[in-house]
């Protein structure tokens, strides 16, 4: 290769390809050889036929990032929460980007560079046509992906910084981390009031493993924690009257956002401080989800596969059936996801709630960490729209190995609704029992039949209270959870 290089070039006669003198294959060969060695080590070529000043630049900078990969790779097998937070920071995440974009223009000029070191005009006609090709071809593969890797890490950065909080972290609560979940559809008069679903998320905080609480928008006569702006306002319960449910709260507290100083969404904080005086509870954050923009989740991702039992009306209360999801096992658009989560024609609001989590689970084991990368831009702009959260920046992280470890676990639920739990007057002591057997459950071998439940066919009868999870009517009607199994896949 040396002589291949350094060898003087010699002038060979016009050839057929004409256009003025030419130079031999050995020539051609060597403005070819220069610029590989210019995309497998960046400023080789130079040391050997340029710029020995540039070129030690070029390989110190790409043998100081080889050597900065493998030690992140390193600690990344060692510590993974290093990689999480690497993905999260958004300081990080900038520096990368600006080193990304100029490690694209760096690379691109020292390739341009090995094309001239080649002396592509004392070349035969076809053999520069060639040469500017290959070196088109290396430039745009080359700095095309770096680029494009810097825009990835962009969008992520933006979608941290716009999405998380600043905030501080929470701990985890008795090793759990119990994130509430609210949905409702967006618009100026809707938004953030009276919330469709409320659901809580109780995570182990070293395993993953994910317990799923639902309630009932419709709850009455329930308590708030002692201390709480709530329980200052109602020290015997929530029991105003038919009109004081569960989901009534934020418009409640949004009537008397004087009470609620110092909390940026009144709203939120009192349905937090509902939610855990009903289940025992101390909430770590919320999450507030945006159905419109689920629904571009969802098609984001390519759809979500379900198994649709009956079939589901697509518009209806207040407005006309419009079309129906019909039933079988298949991949659901967005738009047909979100009316399978939402309809409540013909159904009530206890089937609507079984439907959710069956959502819910599927999302959580199919978006596979291949369709986030496939479709990173995608999501991030649907999970913008999506998403109103106070997860802090500083939890990101956490929360990040908590999904992927999660994904490899059955998500266990538990839906407080008839017959189990009457909504008009809820046995709080009994709520609060399921809730501590569900987190904590006794060992396989000591489960007995009021604890261990199971999916069953379809000509049996519903089941009884088990003290554990709860049974629903509208469940049974639309075959979802029939009986609120502790392994939510089994229902769905």
């Known amino acids: 290769m040396a002589s291949v290089l350094t060898e003087p070039p010699r002038a060979t006669p016009r050839g057929p390809g004409g256009g003025g003198p030419g130079r031999s294959p050995h020539h051609f060969r060597r403005a070819l050889v220069l610029m590989l060695m210019t995309l497998v080590v960046p400023g080789s070529a130079q040391l050997v036929a340029g710029s020995k000043r540039v070129g030690r630049v070029a390989v110190r900078v790409w043998a100081g990032l080889w050597v900065a990969a493998l030690l992140l790779f390193g600690l990344g097998l060692v510590f993974d929460s290093f990689v999480f937070w690497l993905l999260s920071s958004p300081p990080v995440l900038g520096t990368v980007r600006v080193g990304l974009m100029a490690l694209a223009v760096g690379w691109a000029l020292l390739l341009v560079d090995a094309w001239r070191l080649g002396e592509p005009l004392g070349l035969r006609r076809k053999q520069r046509l060639a040469m500017v090709g290959i070196n088109g071809v290396l430039c745009f593969v080359v700095a095309g992906s770096l680029l494009f890797a810097s825009h990835v890490v962009g969008v992520q950065r933006d979608l941290v910084s716009t999405m998380f909080a600043d905030g501080t972290t929470v701990g985890a609560h008795d090793g759990r981390y119990n994130v509430l979940l609210l949905g409702g559809d967006s618009g100026a008069d809707r938004w953030g009031m009276r919330p469709d679903s409320i659901s809580v998320a109780s995570i182990d905080a070293e395993t ?230 569900a987190v904590d459950p006794p060992e396989p071998a000591e489960k007995d039949s009021g604890t261990t439940s199971t999916t069953p066919a379809p000509e049996e009868k519903a089941p009884q209270d088990t003290g554990t999870t709860g049974g629903s009517l509208g469940n049974l009607r639309d075959g979802y959870g029939a009986n609120q199994a502790e392994d939510l896949s089994s229902a769905c």
């Open 208 to 437: 993953g493993e994910t317990v799923l609480f639902g309630l009932p928008r419709n709850m009455l006569n329930f308590p708030f924690p002692k201390g709480s702006v709530m329980h200052e306002q109602f020290p015997d319960g929530y029991d105003c009257g038919p009109e004081c449910e569960l989901n009534s709260l934020a418009t409640w507290a949004a009537d008397h956002e004087s009470l609620f100083a110092g909390y940026a969404d009144p709203g939120v904080e009192a349905t937090k401080e509902g939610v855990e005086g009903i289940t025992g509870l101390e909430i770590n954050y919320y999450a507030m989800v945006n159905l419109q923009g689920f629904e571009r989740l969802v098609d984001a991702v390519g759809g979500v596969e379900l198994t649709v039992r009956d079939r589901i009306p697509i518009g209806g209360i207040g407005a006309p059936v419009t079309g129906y999801v019909e039933p079988g096992t298949r991949t659901l658009s967005g738009f047909e996801t979100l009316w399978f989560a939402r309809s409540r024609v013909a159904a009530d609001d206890y089937s609507r709630m079984a439907r959710q989590k069956c959502v819910m689970n599927a999302m959580l084991h199919q978006l596979s960490p291949r369709t986030v990368v496939m479709n990173f831009e995608s999501i991030a702009q649907a999970g913008e729209a999506l998403i109103t959260t106070d997860i802090p920046q500083g939890d990101v992280d956490r929360f990040m190995k908590l999904a992927l470890q999660a994904r490899s676990q059955p998500v266990r639920t538990v839906s407080f609704v008839p017959p189990m739990i009457s909504t008009g007057d809820p046995d709080i002591d009994k709520i609060h029992a399921a809730v501590d057997k």
